[in-house]
Every structure is written in structure tokens, then in C-alpha cells.
């Protein structure tokens, strides 16, 4: 019999209180693995509870602490070799989402960390919305996205939100936060894959008018001069 | 050495002439054969000329006249064989232009005549325009698309207008007339497949929001009911 969510919840209170003890010994790849394995109980018994259920909502908040935390310490912890550069000219095409990111999803994704201090004007909005599209049809095992951005974007709190919702109906969770102080645009894999690009998610041209291709096919839609490198953390 | 434009011209002249005269002896498959010659020899010559020129325009009147007439044709000379059915029910994804017209495109296919009345709402226009992002990129030697669609449809004359001359950039002629009595939803592919469906291309519930999944990844939005009948025409 599969385990109830109490069970679960039961389960993952000590593994998280080792990885704060490990965290504070200073044994940080031992405490990012224990804090991966409590999420992943904790995710579990959410996705069996009632979304939007007053029980639930505590647990997320309590959630919400270790997956930041989580987040923080895969930023800290980059050693990582370069694997590829992808190289994007001025004006040409065919490089959608699907083609940058498709190599990043698979089963073993549980946790993606997005780093972009401009998810702010409308069209950015949606470009961080096609790329969640991207990624949760992809990656079948995906628990959480986290979002840190610029605190101009707290304007789209409600987007966000709306977003969240939206990504609760598949068994994912949304967390977003603000910072005053970013610089790097980069998206962390919590597979091991690390993308790092000077322009983010936004690097296509607006398109020439409304009824155009190009407008909803981003393969057909014209790029700006940008490079973006992949790389592969060592385990 | 390839043909200039103006050979090209010259050569199409007495072949669209026995065309015209295949179809008033009656002989409606050979005037089809020859139409089609005529009118792929101007599109080639089209290619060849600055987008916009005196000339260009004037051949595109007289090309309009046969890809109209060839299009009448096709919708008259439909003895087809059914082949499948793709039944979707209410409420499934999955459903994206990709999965139904994937199948319609290939190498031979060089027109495509969309009958649908209501290509009149703004999200109606755009399911157009997603229609001609699929296909220009699957069919390397597209030519022509034509739509036939209802009267209240003129008032979208600007954004089709739009959307023609970004199919031009492609090499694709846009033709669009207005009729005040449609009724089948249907669609000719010239290399001999027929798609009918009772809701035409609008059979995408509208997103339940305007930052959730499926706003633009189709294959993600939830559909209305509908069957899609691929019919093949027998040659």
C-alpha cells in the first residue's frame, strides 16, 4: 500500500532537521541531498491533498522555506565544467525553447531554479510562462520551479500567481522572490545541467506585427546576437 | 542556366491557355493538371522578383484569377476515400495543429485551400495564422494558401493583409475571398488530402487565464469535443 500523507510527512521531519545540522556542520553536499529527499516526501503528500485545502497551505509554507533554501545553496554551489555554446546570430531563426532546453529535462528532474533580474514586462512574463510549457510536459518527475527576480517584478505578483495556480494543477510548485541585487541571468537543473546567457529567456526580436509567423512559433521568430553555455556540474 | 522570370511567364501563357479550354470542353482533371502547371511556373517567376515591384503586382493580379479557379475546382472535384477519423473529447489536450496537419504536409504539396466561414474573432485569426506557421515549414514547396470565409471576415482585411505579406517573405501567396454562403469546414491539401471537422480550426477551449499552461502551447490547452475526418482523395 502506497504510504499515506501523514506518513510521508512523518518520514521527512528528521531527514530535514539532519540537513539542518549538516548545513550547519558545514557539510553542505551532504545537506543539499537530504534536503532534496525531504522535499520530494513533502511534494509527494501535497500532491495527494486537496489543492488550496487550509491543510495544505501550512505545509507549503513550511515548503516554501526548505526549497528556497535549497535554491540558495545550488546557486552557491556551482562547480561545474563547460559541455557547450550555443551561439545565436543577429536576426536568425530556429531557436526556440525546445531547441535550448529540451537536453536539460529528463526523469531524474526534480527542482529547476530560474535567476533573472528582469522577468518584469509583459512579454517577458510570457516568455518564463512558454518556458514552464517547455519543461513540465518534459520532465515528468518536476516538483518545483523557483524564481528569483528583480524587485521591479513584484508588479506581477498576481501573474504569478495566476502562473502558480496553473502549475499546481500538474503537481508542480511555484516559488517566487525578489531581489534587489541580481546579476547573473542563469537556470539551474537540479539534474546537474546549468544554463547561463547574457539576455535570459529574452533573447528573440519582437515580431514584425500581430498576424505574422513568427508570432506564436518561436522557431520562426528572429533572434538577437546572443550566446548561451550549458554546463554540467560535476557529481 | 535556370529560366529567367520572363521565360517563365512565357512558358506559362499557352499552358493556362488550354487549361481554359480543358474546362469549357468539359475536361475538368486536365484543366486541373494544367492550371496547376501555369500557376506554379508564375509563382517561380514571382520568386524571382522584388517583393512589392510594379511588375510583381501586376502578374499577382492575373495569378490571383487562376489560384482562385484552381481553388473553386478543388472544392467542386472531391471524390475522396475516407481514411480516419481523430475523435477528441471534451475537454483532452494533446490536440495541437501539429498532431492533426503533421500528416497533410510534405514535398508535393504546393496548395492549400482553407474553407471556414468563421476566421472573424481575433483568437479565430490567430489559429489561422498558427495554422500557416505549421505548415509553411512542413511543405518546402508550398506556394498558395487560399481561405474562403465568410462575409463578417472583412473587416479583418488589414491583419490578413499582414499576414500575406509575411507569407510573401516565405514565398507563400496568401489569397483571401469573402462569401455570403459557407457551410462546410473544410480544408484541401492539393496532394490529396481532405480535412473536414465540424469546428474548422476553432476546437481549443479559450485559456483559463492569461499566464497558465497552454496559453501558447497548444498541445496544452483543453479542446471541445470534435471529430476530424482525413479524407484522401483518390488520383
Redesign the interface.
Known sequence: MAPSEKELLKKAGPILCDAVNDEKAGKIDRAMVRYKQGIELIAQAMRMMPIGSADREKIMTNFAIYVRKVAELEYLNKTAAEVDQYRISANSIGHSYYKIFTRCCDKKLRMVHVQDAYIVAHHQ??NF??F???I??LSENLLVITLKTGVDAQKNEN??K??A???EK?GVTLQVNYSGTLHDREIIFDNGWVVKSGRGLDYFKPA??????????M??RPCHETTIDFLKRKN
Open positions: 512574463l510570457l510562462v512558454r514552464c510549457e517547455l513540465v510536459p501573474e504569478f495566476e502562473l495556480r496553473s502549475l500538474r514584425e506585427g500581430k498576424y505574422v509567423l513568427g508570432i506564436c512559433d522557431d520562426q
